[in-house]
């Protein structure tokens, strides 16, 4: 019963320091709504070419590739607290590098 309980307490502990790592990062919104921006917009946008030329990728991956991307600018824009555009931008990053790992392996 013990171990369970520091179990919990670890995980809840870590998820504490992430959510102080995040709101120490309120000032810099502004530069993390951008940074999100560029990197998916150099990096995983092309992607559903990549992945319907060489891959044979059905059209499903335009769609989720650009919702997110949009996500990303109307919760960047739209005044969201920095923890929901720090989240969704991970969010965005995992979803694009799961539908690569599908695809390619």
């Known amino acids: 019963m ?3 309980i520091n179990t919990f307490t670890v995980k ?3 998820l504490a320091n992430l959510l102080a790592i995040a709101d120490h990062q309120a000032d810099n919104k ?3 709504f951008f940074f999100s921006l560029i990197l998916q917009g150099v990096l ?3 992607i559903p070419a990549v992945l319907m030329y060489y891959y044979n990728a059905s059209i ?3 769609p989720i590739t650009f919702g997110l991307y949009l ?3 109307i ?3 739209g005044g969201s607290s920095i923890r929901v555009v720090l989240g969704l931008f991970l969010f965005s990053v995992l979803i694009n590098l799961t539908m ?3 695809y390619i392996f």
Do not use: R, S
């Open 75 to 77: 919760v960047g824009m």
């Open 12 to 14: 809840n502990h870590t």
């Open 30 to 32: 502004t530069i993390w």
């Open 100 to 102: 690569l790992a599908l």
């Open 2 to 4: 013990e171990t369970t």
């Open 44 to 46: 995983f946008l092309p």
């Open 71 to 73: 996500a990303n600018i």
């Open 60 to 62: 499903i991956v335009l």
